[in-house]
């Protein structure tokens, strides 16, 4: 059993950034495919960063060149760095992590943009 805990959510101002990070626990492998997602009210969940397995790093349009995600190298906490926050970035932030076969979730961790 794999358990995530997220935390560094919390209410900044539009062009600030945050600093999000998900700890795990259990049996993982250091290279476990890891992700961060995100729900706003009324929406779909949806994808802001993932690393692969094998490194490879994606973010959609919407947030690239402002979020940055990486690994621990032992594989134990993934942290995504968010700069320049705009309010469309408001939503409740999930990570994500896929060990041996299953997926995992966090609780996730709430931003707030507000001025």
């Known amino acids: 059993q794999v358990q995530l805990v997220e935390s560094g959510g919390g209410l900044v101002q539009p062009g600030g950034s945050l600093r999000l990070s998900c700890a795990a626990s259990?049996?993982?492998?250091?290279?476990?495919?890891m992700g961060w997602y995100r729900q706003a009210p009324g929406k779909e969940r949806e994808l802001v960063a993932h690393?692969?397995?094998?490194?490879?790093?994606y973010y959609p349009d919407s947030v690239k060149g402002r979020f940055t995600i990486s690994r621990s190298t032992d594989g134990n906490t993934m942290v995504l760095q968010m700069n320049f926050l705009k309010p469309e970035d408001a939503a409740v932030y999930y990570c994500?992590?896929?060990?041996?076969?299953?997926?995992?979730w966090g609780q996730g961790t709430e931003v707030t943009i507000s001025s």
């Open positions: 994500n992590r896929v060990s041996f076969g299953r997926a995992y």
């Open positions: 259990g049996i993982i492998a250091t290279n476990d495919a």
């Open positions: 690393i692969a397995s094998n490194g490879d790093i």
